[in-house]
């Protein structure tokens, strides 16, 4: 018996409005998100694989952003959510916690003035009622999961400090901080060197079998997806 899908995306139309001018970037995308699995957005580049996920944490630039046509429906068991309806102090309380993403650009997504430890904590302050020293437990043990080596020893380090598949592994870590049921991976592996490459993308792999998320992979790159 097949099961519910934790995601829903349907007949998702997007465009953009400038100077009176109206472009449509996206047309009528449909896809399913199931727990444990993964589904990859493939395209070159411009072809709007990163606006469909963004549309989905209602990131886009929004009204200049606008839908045309589409549904995003988040399930869980509190219902069916209807995420191109909820206002932005609703749609807080999903991002991170029930849907995360792992950004293009580590170096550009990470905070520079705030160490890796307050990065990684961030989430949890938002998100759950933890302690301070139970936060600090969390972020170690979510260090260890994403197999940041030494990561202790690095919690006060700056993202400037660290090499692209350390600062990489710290969003993944960031993602993962309140256990979300779905995980954006915005090409996770974009300017990393080919062994680092597939050390991410089998992290990422073994995160959704044990976390027993479901997956949505973007990328440019066929022979990697």
């Known amino acids: 018996m097949r099961s ?22 996206v047309h009528n995308v449909s896809f399913e998100v ?32 606008y839908h045309s046509s589409g ?12 995420l191109l309806n909820l206002g ?15 950004f293009q650009e580590p170096l550009s997504a990470l ?10 904590a961030e989430p949890l302050h938002i998100h759950t009622q933890m302690s301070q020293a139970q936060i600090n437990d969390r972020v170690k043990e979510l260090l260890d999961m994403v197999e940041f ?22 969003m993944i870590a960031m993602a993962l901080a309140c256990e979300p049921k779905v995980l954006i991976a915005d090409e996770p592996t974009t300017a ?6 597939k050390g991410i993308i089998s992290l990422i792999k073994r995160l959704s079998a044990t976390q027993d998320m479901g997956i949505i992979l973007i990328s440019h790159d066929l022979n990697m997806v």
Do not use: W
Not at 192 to 197: A, H, P, R, S
């Open 71 to 82: 549904s995003i429906k988040y399930h869980n068991t509190d219902g069916t959510h209807e």
């Open 149 to 170: 080596k030494d990561g202790c020893s690095r919690l006060k380090s700056y993202p400037h400090e660290l090499s692209g598949g350390q600062r990489q592994r710290v």
């Open 192 to 197: 990393l060197d080919v062994t680092i490459q």
């Open 88 to 102: 932005e102090k609703k749609l807080q309380k999903f991002r991170g916690k029930e849907i995360a993403m792992v």
């Open 111 to 120: 905070n520079p003035l705030q160490t890796i430890e307050q990065q990684i």
């Open 34 to 65: 199931f727990k444990g699995k993964t589904i990859a957005l493939v395209g070159e580049s411009g072809s709007g694989k990163s606006i469909t996920a963004l549309s989905i944490l209602g990131l886009l630039p929004y009204p200049v952003a």
């Open 4 to 25: 519910s899908p934790l995601l829903t995306v349907s007949d998702l139309s997007i465009g953009f409005a400038a100077n009176g001018d109206k472009t449509q970037m």
